[in-house]
């Protein structure tokens, strides 16, 4: 059997991202896995008349970027042609989306659910003008009044609906609220048309369900634009009955089937951890329990696609004032936990239970939590679930953690727990912040230098849909801390460097995956799971970082993007 390489990499500067963050200029791969790294003379000198010699001029090779947190159905499913695009600068007023909608009630029957993604009250120019404006049914019920309509907001956490989907949902005044969700409604107690949080559920149960096919063809989509992007691997964060309300399943077929599908068809180009969603936000510890112990969770392929742990919602987001803070946002509240309950001490039983029931059954948990009062409550329950039930190492985490604070820092760091933050939705809601929190709450926001001190692992995602995959701007950000809208600098003070940054897109989220030891790092023995990029990282100006292009992209040794000239 030949020993010599089937892919050997030149003349580069190859991130090896080990602990020393040591710097190789060649790397060779055999049968999928990394065989060699080192200079130029001792990796060549392996080399067969069957090896493929790609000369990297200097350019960047770097472990296969791992994004975090990433929802590969919903970003397929939030794009065109199943959705329109709302987002900015597609739209840049409330005037543009109507225009849109219009144009869809025009092409499409009678009936039919338009379904939109991406819109930004930063970045419409009347609710720029006006913050008080904000979308109403109002706005589309004129262009749509046969259509019933469904935009979606960029972070997900907010929805705005027309009158005919308020009257498919049965929304109205008498409507009840989920816990830690907002229906909005006018001076006369009418809903206005936007829901927030859990409250979107009640319309998104009475869509039509997707077909397996049209949700398989969104997460090959998503696939392919993550090959052009140097995404080798990502946590789908959400799939189980919870989820499916999202990525509209049909019954008795669920997205996690359709993952299993493409993975028995070959079709997974991409390594997927999957979160379970047992319920959505809003539910009881009792809902929870009974969804989660009746998942079927059975892979044939771990290292491609395995169910690594459990997703809660303890609360919102700081731009809908829904995040459960400890100081009041600017003009008053504080937000609140988003499970079942009638109080705060009855929610955070509520949450504590969840969270020890799935701790116990040996699931890693993932929270969704922004406030740093709610972030404390999920903190203080990792810790006592594990008092309550000792584990090795369960490597439960935080996922968003905006206001992280010292204190749940410190636990984090003490259970070897950690943290998946989100710097480019920090690019790009930095200057939309300052309105909610103030200046001072707005700047600390993601705080990635003080985690880092503090010993916590830190992960980066981009939550897609709620931003677009790309690494390369999220590094920018957290060597620049720059906002997207404006360029001004928000917390100096939290910037870490381009080591620290990247290793929370390679192997610091191998480590969130339970898969350190064989993926994450360009180490003799791991999979040769690879990004290559046009440049060098190492000297590159941090502001053209986001412009330097993914050339070529690898799984396991199979190329699945290849834009290099040799």
Known sequence: MSTHPDLVFLNGSVLTVDPGFTIA?????????????????????????????????GRTLLPGINDAHLHGCAFGMTTPPLAL????????????????????AERLPAGQWIVGNGWDTGYLDECVADPSRQPTRHDLDAVSPHHPVLLHSFSGHASWVNSAALA?????????????????????????????????????????????????AA??????????????????????????????????????????????????????????LPTGMAGTAEQFIAALDGIDTAVTDPRRLNV?????????????????????????????????????????????????HAHAAGYQLGVHVTGDRGIDTVVDAFASAMA??????????????????????????????????NPTIKWTVAD?????????????????????????????????????????????TMLLREAKASGRVSGPDQRIGLPEAVRTYTIDPAWQDFADDWKGSLEVGKVADLCVLDGDLLTADPHDIPHMPVLLTAVGGEIVHDALSD
């Open 168 to 216: 498919l949902a049965g929304i109205d005044r008498h409507t009840e609220v989920p816990p830690g969700s907002v229906i909005v409604t006018d001076e006369a107690q009418e809903p206005t048309g936007l829901l927030y949080e859990g409250a979107q559920e009640l319309v998104q149960r009475v869509l039509p369900a997707l077909s397996p096919d049209a949700r398989a």
């Open 388 to 421: 309550e039930h000792p584990r090795r190492d369960p490597r439960h985490y935080v996922i968003h953690g905006d206001f992280l604070g010292a204190r749940s820092m410190k636990t984090l760091a003490e259970h070897g727990f950690g943290v998946c933050m």
């Open 25 to 57: 200029s060649a790397l060779a791969v055999t049968g999928g896995l990394i065989s060699a790294v080192g200079d130029d003379e001792e990796v060549s000198a392996s080399i067969g008349p069957g090896t493929r010699i790609v000369d990297l001029k």
């Open 308 to 356: 690594i742990g459990v997703k809660l919602f303890a609360d919102g987001i700081v731009p809908n004032k829904t995040a459960w803070m400890h100081e009041p946002y600017t003009g008053g509240g504080c937000g609140s936990l988003c499970v079942g309950g009638d109080t705060d001490d009855d929610r955070v039983a509520e949450l504590r239970a969840m969270i020890r």
């Open 432 to 476: 939309m912040e300052v309105e909610f929190v103030g200046a001072e709450r707005a700047a600390y926001a993601w705080p990635y230098r003080d985690a880092v001190t503090a010993g916590v692992t830190v992960t980066s995602g981009s939550d897609a849909p709620v931003t677009f995959p790309d690494w390369r701007q999220g590094i920018a």
């Open 85 to 104: 695009d709302l987002s900015h600068p597609a739209v840049t007023s409330l005037a543009d989306v109507a225009k849109k909608v219009g144009e869809a």
């Open 219 to 276: 997460v090959k989509s998503t696939l392919a634009t993550l090959a052009r992007l140097g995404i080798t691997s990502y946590t789908e964060p959400g799939l189980g009955p919870g989820g499916d309300t999202l990525n509209r399943g049909a019954l008795g077929t669920s997205t996690f089937d359709v993952y299993r599908r493409l993975l028995a068809d070959g079709e997974l180009t991409a390594r997927v951890s999957v979160l379970l």
